[in-house]
């Protein structure tokens, strides 16, 4: 299969249409079979649920082609249960996880061209939606939803790439207490977007939300969640309700653990203590880990001993196994990698 003739090193994490999308839609209680679709566009009624109310969730996961030329996903099970929990939690029908890999494997199949070569830095961004499409005035659910993934070619989600970004600590909320921070709603994006904005011309890369209860705590970005590593190289985590729970960080977690030996704790931080950490980053499927060099608190300045020129020592380690194991050269725990072609 010929690729197609991108500059695959030098995309950002921008939307490239491809060929093939998949699509499937919930009429009377049930899914259609579905079907893949060179259409990429949408037509809904002008009182949608998705137009009124918001009512619509999405997930993001990777394609890579690995050192050995195969083309594999990484984890999709994970992606297909998260979206029937945030599914539940926004009254919406659960897409079933077998269908949910099934088509993200015919998408990626119909899309093989676009797959960025080993190498390139660069992969294939997958992403599945649903919304409600039926239309909808008072306030509830719609009847009618329509289940998409498109898939995109993508570089880095931080300009700089592996170099350390600075953010700033939001006066903004991304999520309420008994909320819904923990799924991936796209309400939750619509709340960032004017803290993004500020943040952006204020000359920061993201933010660091704090919880909302309480604001003394360490959640997570606008996209990615946080770890931090001590000056004795423990491997620290922000556990909240509040926060998408990753599955680059449970991920990451495993490797800490498993692969290069390191202690890690998942608990409570307080901002308090972040200055006292040797290395932080974010960590997710767009950000994969992008490492944080400075963090601006209201006039004070946190500086990790890390630096602002490239990643500290323990967050590369935990970069080079993850994506080690992404592009096949490190051997993967069972069921991470699912070959596609
Ligand atoms: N937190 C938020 C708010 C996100 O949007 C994402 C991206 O999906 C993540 C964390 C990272 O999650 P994952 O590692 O599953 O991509
Ligand atoms: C992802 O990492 O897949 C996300 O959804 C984050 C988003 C901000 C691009």
Redesign the pocket.
């Known amino acids: 299969m010929e690729k197609k003739n991108i500059d695959w090193s030098n995309i950002g994490?921008g939307y490239i249409p491809t060929e093939k999308r998949y699509v499937s839609n919930f009429k009377n209680g049930a899914w259609d079979e579905g079907c893949l679709t060179e259409d990429n566009k949408i037509v809904m009624s002008e009182c949608a649920g998705v137009l009124q109310y918001a009512q619509t969730c999405?997930?993001?996961?990777k394609a890579y082609t690995t050192e050995d030329g195969h083309i594999v996903v990484f984890r999709p099970d994970l992606n297909a249960q998260r979206m029937v929990d945030s599914a539940k939690r926004l009254e919406m029908p659960e897409f079933p996880v077998e269908r949910f890999v099934e088509a993200i494997t015919e998408v990626v199949k119909a899309n093989a061209a676009y797959v960025p070569p080993y190498g390139t830095g660069a992969s294939l961004?997958i992403r599945p939606y649903m919304f409600g499409i039926s239309p909808v005035i008072g306030v509830k659910p719609a009847e009618e939803y329509q289940f998409r993934a498109f898939c995109t070619p993508v570089g880095p989600?931080f300009k700089g790439g592996a170099k350390p970004i600075t953010i700033k600590v939001s006066d903004f909320d991304r999520a309420a207490p008994n909320g819904t921070g923990h799924v991936?709603a796209g309400l939750n994006?619509a709340m960032s977007l004017h803290a993004i904005v500020t943040a952006h011309e204020e000359g920061f890369d993201e933010n660091m939300y704090l919880d909302p209860k309480t604001r003394t705590k360490v959640e997570e970005t606008?996209?990615?969640n946080f770890i931090f590593v001590t000056k004795d190289n423990k491997v620290v985590t922000p556990k909240s309700d509040s926060i998408l729970p990753s599955i680059t960080r449970r991920s990451l977690i495993y490797v800490a653990k498993e692969y290069l030996g390191l202690e890690v704790e998942e608990r409570e931080v307080l901002l308090e203590e972040v200055k006292d950490f040797a290395e932080c980053g974010l960590c997710?499927?767009?950000?994969v880990i992008s490492p944080v060099g400075k963090i601006y608190n209201h006039g004070e300045e946190i500086c990790f001993p890390s630096g602002m020129e490239k990643m500290g020592p323990v967050i590369q380690k935990l970069y080079d196994t993850l994506t080690g194991i992404q592009m096949g050269k490190i051997e993967a725990p069972e069921g991470w990698i699912k070959r596609i072609l």
């Open positions: 994490f999405f997930e993001g996961l961004y989600y991936k994006y606008g996209g990615a997710g499927t767009a950000a």
